[in-house]
């Protein structure tokens, strides 16, 4: 009997390609790969920089609460609109805020806040009320006052950061 020999038993044995490295990556990956690391550093610090941008909303918060806990009077009044207007000068000039007071101070946290936060009373209160002998709100409005208030310190501080960030 003739046996045929079998074809591929003459073929050599495979041949495998060198382990391709890491580095071996074409440029255009290397191009997306940096554009990915760019875009994600930019957005961290971006992220960061709101954030921080922001961390003055509760400590303000936790002062308001603190004036809240006081019954109503002409120095809650002077020391909730003093915390308004320590606000107003981390954000915005000394020049343009440190010397309002009255309808120019209210009318300028309304500028700023692009919303009239304080109603005809309130405003009436917050200029007038520190320079009486007494305070005449009752429970419910200085609830108001403080909640408008919380109100305010955050419209003010999220406004100038979208304003800084266009």
Avoid at 112 to 134: C, N, V
Wanted: glycine share 4%; hydrophobic share 45%.
């Amino acid at each position: 009997m003739n046996q045929q020999a079998n074809p591929l038993d003459e073929l050599r044995p495979i041949h495998l390609p060198e382990q391709m490295d890491f580095w071996q990556l074409a440029p255009g990956w290397w191009i997306v790969i940096a554009l990915i690391i760019g875009l994600i550093v930019y957005l961290i610090l971006r992220a960061n920089k709101k954030r921080q941008s922001l961390h003055l909303i509760k400590p303000a918060h936790n002062e308001i609460e603190l004036i809240a806990e006081k019954e109503p009077s002409p120095q809650a009044l002077a020391e909730l609109s003093g915390l308004l207007k320590r606000i107003c000068l981390v954000y915005f000039p000394a020049k343009e805020v440190a010397n309002l007071t009255g309808q120019n101070w209210i009318k300028f946290i309304h500028q700023q806040t692009k919303t009239t936060i304080f109603d005809q009373d309130l405003e009436e209160q917050i200029t007038l009320g520190l320079y009486k002998a007494s305070c005449d709100l009752s429970s419910s409005e200085w609830q108001r006052l403080i909640n408008q208030s919380k109100f305010a310190v955050e419209q003010l501080i999220k406004n100038k950061v979208k304003e800084k960030a266009q």
